[in-house]
């Protein structure tokens, strides 16, 4: 059983759209995380949730918002896209002992 | 300010050799230090996670090693295969703040 599930694994889009990426997590994990990987491989945090609530919102256009329906769900909602989002965005969740992140495989978007 | 800096950036190997990747951190305070293996195009995986009091820690040809005093961290992987290819990366976690390295890209060849 996947821990945590990205949909969709490909993103496609034109520039101007809104596109949404939903995260699932099955580890009954209390904070969920969402991390962008730009093409240098570096990962940077943009959002935390705890129990629905955010905790973490990192220097982040406000074109990206986090969704969370419950504490199993994270989706991530991006207005107006533009080519500097093109990356992979990775959802993740941990423990509240914060003993580490469980990562999910990633969703790569392309915004042409 | 709060760094996790790792070297070499990238490494290339011939199958069946070992090698070593460094992880050196200002973070603080200190709660656990996590090596991730990243395959390409997949989520980060955990290999290993270290608290303050351990020194080293084994998972099968990986091994990593904590120097708390001196803020180091060190991956060592024995006999590599062509599967070892990959990003690793080293996270250090303050309890509630995860700080990551910018990855050490390995690249095992036959």
């Known amino acids: 059983d996947t821990a945590v599930s990205q949909t969709p694994k490909y993103l496609v889009t034109q520039m101007g759209n809104d596109k949404s990426i939903k995260c699932e997590q099955n580890?009954?994990?209390?904070?969920m995380y969402w991390y962008k990987q730009d093409s240098k491989k570096f990962l940077k945090i943009m959002f935390s949730?705890?129990?629905?609530?955010?905790?973490i919102n990192e220097t982040v256009p406000n074109r990206f918002s986090p969704k969370s329906p419950d504490k199993a769900h994270l989706n991530l909602h991006i207005n107006s896209l533009e080519l500097g989002d093109s990356a992979v965005y990775f959802c993740?969740?941990?423990?509240?002992?914060?003993?580490?992140?469980?990562f999910g495989p990633g969703t790569r978007l392309t915004v042409l | 300010k709060n760094q996790v800096e790792q070297s070499p950036q990238s490494l290339i190997i011939l199958e069946g050799k070992n090698c070593t990747l460094q992880c050196n951190y200002t973070v603080s305070p200190f709660s656990n230090l996590r090596w991730y293996k990243q395959d390409t195009g997949r989520g980060p995986v955990s290999l290993t996670i270290m608290t303050f009091s351990e020194n080293t820690k084994s998972n099968g040809r990986y091994t990593a090693t904590l120097d708390a005093d001196t803020k180091q961290s060190s991956l060592h992987i024995t006999a590599s295969q062509l599967s070892d290819s990959a990003s690793y990366i080293c996270?250090?976690?303050?309890?509630?703040?995860?700080?990551f390295g910018t990855g050490t890209s390995l690249t095992v060849i036959p």
């Open positions: 949730y705890n129990n629905k609530e955010l905790i």
């Open positions: 993740a969740s941990s423990h509240p002992t914060g003993r580490g992140q469980f």
């Open positions: 996270v250090v976690n303050t309890g509630n703040q995860f700080y």
């Open positions: 580890l009954g994990h209390d904070t």
